[in-house]
């Protein structure tokens, strides 16, 4: 398997679909819900047809995992892409330039190829596992900073948060009160690419899904950062929990995580 092929049609794809949510942002007419809190948009069933098509087109056999429509041709699962045509719908609906698509491939259940863009600036996040990770087409790296107390957190909040308020907001009770700051951007596949590219030190959200976290954890590792689950367990895309650092806060971090 030629990962660097799958890259370019993975970035093809990203276009692609990013030339249909620009067309689409700040003209939404009909916003639908898949929860009380979970919005989808024409913009995301459109998004996520074009990378299907596009990828079906040069592999026709692999399986796919998107957010809006389950599994495409499970059988071949060998050769799975995992994709969130957009990330950031609640912020999209809001014309809130902060959102963007997520495209990950895994070959054996393990993700060797990610790709994140922002349709709105233009920035591009990729990684071939093995290769680094890059922001368009030059070599990023995490933060040097090994202070909490001189760290910027970024986090998420779960759509269904109701049962589990408390132990959500005591674990951003104890990073707020440790750390220089935190933000709530609203898409965690950018997330996760910003503390690839040293913006923040670490993200850490739960509840969210495979094509939420694929592409951008393993942008994040690329970029010589560490992802685990909040106790410091190796991640996997079906874990509840992410947590992705610089690797200098994790442990830091990690122990303020834990119920």
């Known amino acids: 398997m030629d990962l660097n092929e799958v890259k370019n049609v993975g970035i093809g794809a990203a276009y692609a679909s990013a030339e249909i949510l620009n067309r689409h942002f700040g003209k939404l007419t009909h916003i639908d819900k ?3 809190k979970d919005l989808v948009t024409d913009a995301d069933v459109e998004s996520q047809e074009q990378i299907i098509k596009t990828i079906r087109a040069r ?3 692999h399986c796919i995992m998107a957010e809006e429509s389950g599994f ?17 719908t609640t912020n999209f609906a809001h014309k809130l ?3 963007c698509v997520s495209i990950a491939f895994a070959h054996e259940a393990k993700t060797k190829v990610g790709i994140v863009l922002n349709p709105v600036n233009g920035e591009l996040f990729t ?9 368009n087409g030059r070599p990023i790296s995490v933060s040097a900073q090994t202070e909490l107390s001189e760290s ?5 909040f779960p759509y269904e948060f109701q049962s589990k308020i408390q132990s959500v ?3 951003f009770q104890k990073c707020l ?12 596949a950018l997330d996760l690419c910003f503390v690839a590219c040293g913006r923040f030190e670490a993200f850490w959200e739960e509840n969210l899904n495979p094509w939420d976290t694929a592409a951008g954890a393993l942008i994040a590792e690329a970029a010589g950062g560490r992802v685990t689950d909040f106790s410091g367990n190796p991640y996997t895309i079906d874990k509840n929990e992410i947590l992705a650092t610089n690797g200098h806060i994790h442990n830091a971090v990690s122990s303020l995580l834990e119920a």
């Not at 990684?127 to 922001?135: D, I, Q, T």
């Not at 910027?152 to 998420?156: A, P, Q, S």
């Not at 009160?177 to 965690?188: D, W, Y």
Request: aromatic share 6%; with cysteine; hydrophobic share 35%.
């Open 59 to 61: 592999y026709p056999d």
């Open 34 to 36: 898949k929860g009380p």
């Open 97 to 99: 330039p902060i959102f």
């Open 152 to 156: 910027l957190l970024v986090t998420g």
């Open 177 to 188: 009160s440790t750390a220089r700051g935190i933000r709530r951007l609203g898409s965690a």
């Open 127 to 135: 990684a071939v596992e093995g290769e680094g990770a890059e922001l």
């Open 169 to 171: 907001m005591n674990r």
């Open 72 to 88: 495409h041709n499970e059988a071949s699962a060998e050769c799975q892409w995992i994709i969130d045509p957009l990330d950031g």
